[in-house]
DNA sequence: GGTTATTTATACTATACAGTGTAATTTAAC
DNA sequence: GTTAAATTACACTGTATAGTATAAATAACC
C-alpha cells in the first residue's frame, strides 16, 4: 500500500512494521499454537513492541485471523486446472495433486498448515472455513467430466471418483506431511506415481 | 481395580470418582482443547471437587495423559486381522477399513480423536506416539503378502499398497469425519465399496 | 458405631497474560 | 529542519487459572 493523504494529514507507511508483526507471529504461533502463544512473545519475536502489535491489530484473535485470511487468500491463489486435450491425463492428475502440496512443501506453509489444521479441529467456528477446503472438489470434477466427455475416463459419480483421488492425495501426502513434519515428502514421487496409477486402474478407459 | 490393603492400612476403592473425572475431563478436553480448559470447569462437570481431582492426578497435564492413556489403549485392542483364504478379499479389506472407522463412529471416540489430532499435530513431543498410528500398515502388509501368495494380489512394493489402502480410508473417511463431525460419515458406506474397488482394480487379480 | 481414607468447601497463593494508558522517542514526509 | 504519525518503553489493570492448604463432612470397612 502506497502512503495517502486523508483529512490533510500525512500518512506514514506501515505495512513493514505489519509484515514484520505477521511474521513474527506465525513463527509464535507454529510453534506452539494459539493459546500458548502470548503477544509479549510474539512482540519480542517480531522485533515490535508489544504496543505496535495492538496499533495494527486490535486483539490476540483478529491478528490470528489476519494470518488465517493472508494464508487462505495465498492458497486461492493456486492455479485452477483446466482439462486439457494435449496434456497426458497422468500430467493433468500430477498437477492437481502437485497443487494441492503446495501447501506442505514450503515449512512456513506446512507450519500454518498443521496450525490451521490444528485449530480447524477443535474450533466449530472456524471449522466452516474448511469446508472451503473442499471446493477445489468442484474445479476437479468438472475436469473429470469433461475427460469423460473427451472418452478417457469412465465413472458412474464424479464426485465419489473426485473423493477418491483427493482422498488419497490427502491421506497418503498431505496428513502424513503435516505429521511427520515433511519427512514423509521424501517418498512423495513414488506415492504419486502410485496414487494416479490407481486411480486411472480404476477410472481409466 | 480392586481395593487393596497396603501398609495395614485400609484403602478405599476410588475407581468411581476416577471414572467420573476422567469422563468430565474427557466432556471439557473435547469441548474446547486442553489449553482452555480449566481444572475448575473440569470438577464442575465431572461431579467431584476440583481438590479430589488433584488427590487422583497429580496435574491437568497427567489427567490429559491418563486420557490418552486409556484411548490409546482401548483402540490397540481392536483385533487384528489375519488373512483368511475363506473370506473374499472384498469383506476382508472392509474388516480393516472398519476397524479404522472404530474410532469415528462413536461421538465421544470421535471428540477424542479429533482431540488427540490437534493435539499431536502441534506437539512434537506427543506426535512421536503417533507413529504407532501406523503401525496397523505392518499387520496390513503381512496380509497383503498373504494374499499375494494366494494368487489374490499383485504389486511390486506391499508397502507402498499399504499406503495407497489407508491413505483412501484416512483420507476419505477418517480426517473427513474429524472435521465434518461424522456428518460425512453419511456416504461413508458408498465410499468404502468406491475404496474397496479402487484397490483391487489396481492390485487385484 | 468407631475408625479412617476419601472427599468437599472454601479460601488462598502465585503467576501468566490480554489489553490499556501515557509520555517520550523515532521516523518519514514535507 | 519542522511536523505529526508511528513507535517504543514501561508501568499498570483486571482476570483467569494451576495448584495448595486446611478443616469439616462423608462414607466404607471393621
Known sequence: MMPEIVNNRKKRDTSRKRQMI???AIKVFTEKGFDTSSMDKIAEV???SKRTIYNHFPSK???FQAIVADFLKQRDEIKPIQYS???SLQEQLREFAQAELYLINDPVRR???KLLTSVFLMNIDFGKDTRSQFEPHRAFIQWLNSAKEDKKLSFQ???LAARIFYGMVEGCLTY???FTDGESLKYADNL???IISTFLSRYGL
Open 22 to 24: 505477521l511474521e513474527g
Open 46 to 48: 517480531s522485533g515490535v
Open 61 to 63: 484473535e483478529s491478528l
Open 85 to 87: 486435450k494435449d496434456l
Open 111 to 113: 507450519g500454518l498448515s
Open 157 to 159: 459419480s464424479p464426485e
Open 176 to 178: 502424513s506431511a503435516l
Open 192 to 194: 504419486l506415481n502410485e
